[in-house]
């Protein structure tokens, strides 16, 4: 794929952004007053650059919360006079977009259900030409990462350049402990396309619970995102849209003191030496269980032939029982995870299906099928 976006870096976004950059405040702009008094507890308690606030709330259905509207913009203009704090809120059309410059926002935000609709996507793209602003996409709700890609494409293509992705977890399939499953490997995937990427986490989205916001953000330094963004309110049980994944900003506070920011890189020779080492071992291991993977492929492919044979179907879904059960077992004594060892066999098993299937419908020579 060819992604030539034209990216500046995070730390031109921002006149001396100390990063990781980290974006705060209510899920909501319920009032003047609630706004004030969060944005002031942020800057008295937290070295936070961005206040972030909803101002119009896409929600499911009709009759509930849906934002404040354009007078919200005007408190969040009078928060950022009166502390100093950059300005931040979610924009899903071109009306959006223009009031939200009008009223001097600082950063714009595309939210997951703007970004699986081209349309709405364009349309913003379209708003935004001609202006210097940052934009942050965030994923699709489903975990689609050309979605996602396209969507920064769209953006970047109007000539925004200060251009960044928020993974904020993708719509979970089933009992996940996570309101939004975060799925690490697709922005990983991402961040791997596009390396200049900026990438921010969203904690607050993917956990939907405030007991999961702290481990989530550390994962996401861990694995060398650009920032976070967090939801923070004055009264977070009494909060008018996601009570239960806000903080208040001295909780705020004592969580960003706690997690720990890793070097990406060190001039320690020793460590350097010892990673090589590890490193060589781990290529090692590779070749022997692609060695063995092709093995297994090829009995697999013995069996398809057999059944083909006899006329047998492909699908045993007793044998594919006993496997899954034998090798969760067998997994468990060599202390792997039984998550773990059953996405592994899930994709042999899809696998050798598929291959099955091509053999069982292949055609002679003569161009009938066997």
Request: aromatic share 4%; with cysteine; hydrophobic share 40%.
């Amino acid at each position: 794929m060819d992604l030539n976006l034209i990216l500046s870096p995070i730390e031109n976004w921002i006149e001396g952004l100390d990063q990781p950059l980290v974006i705060s405040g209510p899920c909501s702009a319920e009032s003047e007053e609630q706004l004030l008094a969060t944005a002031r507890q942020l800057k008295a308690n937290t070295n936070i650059q961005v206040l972030r606030a909803g101002i119009w709330k896409p929600r499911t259905r009709p009759g509930t919360f849906e934002g404040v509207g354009v007078v919200g913009l005007k408190w969040l203009q009078k928060a950022k006079e009166e502390t100093g704090l950059l300005t931040a809120v979610e924009v899903a059309n071109a009306e959006h977009v223009e009031l939200a410059l009008k009223f001097g926002v600082d950063i714009l935000w595309v939210g997951a259900r703007t970004t699986v609709n081209p349309f709405s996507v364009q349309e913003v793209a379209d708003a935004l030409r001609g202006y210097d602003v940052p934009v942050l996409v965030k994923n699709p709700i489903n975990p689609d990462l050309q979605l996602w890609i396209g969507a920064l494409e769209r953006i970047n293509q109007a000539g925004i350049t200060k251009l960044g992705a928020i993974h904020r977890g993708f719509s979970p399939m089933s009992g996940s402990q996570y309101r939004n499953d975060p799925q690490w490997e697709i922005p990983i995937e991402l961040k791997r396309m596009i390396p200049a990427l900026p990438m921010i986490c969203d904690p607050s989205h993917i956990a939907g619970n405030r007991a999961l916001i702290e481990p989530v953000s550390q994962k996401a330094y861990d694995l060398q995102m650009n920032g976070v963004m967090i939801e923070s309110h004055i009264d977070p049980d009494n909060a008018l849209s996601d009570a239960k994944q806000q903080i208040t900003p001295k909780t705020l506070a004592s969580m960003l003191d706690r997690l720990i920011i890793r070097d990406p890189e060190t001039t320690d020779v020793d460590f350097e030496l010892r990673l090589k080492d590890l490193r060589t071992k781990i290529d090692k291991i590779d070749n022997e269980l692609l060695e063995v993977m092709a093995s297994r492929m090829q009995v697999a492919e013995e069996i398809a032939m057999h059944k083909k044979d006899h006329n047998i179907t492909i699908l045993q879904v007793n044998r594919y029982e006993e496997i899954m059960n034998n090798r969760v077992e067998k997994g468990k004594k060599l202390l792997l995870k039984e998550e773990f060892v059953k996405n592994l066999y899930e994709m042999i098993h899809n696998n050798s299906i598929k291959r099955q299937t091509e053999i069982m419908n292949a055609e002679n020579k003569s161009g009938e099928t066997v």
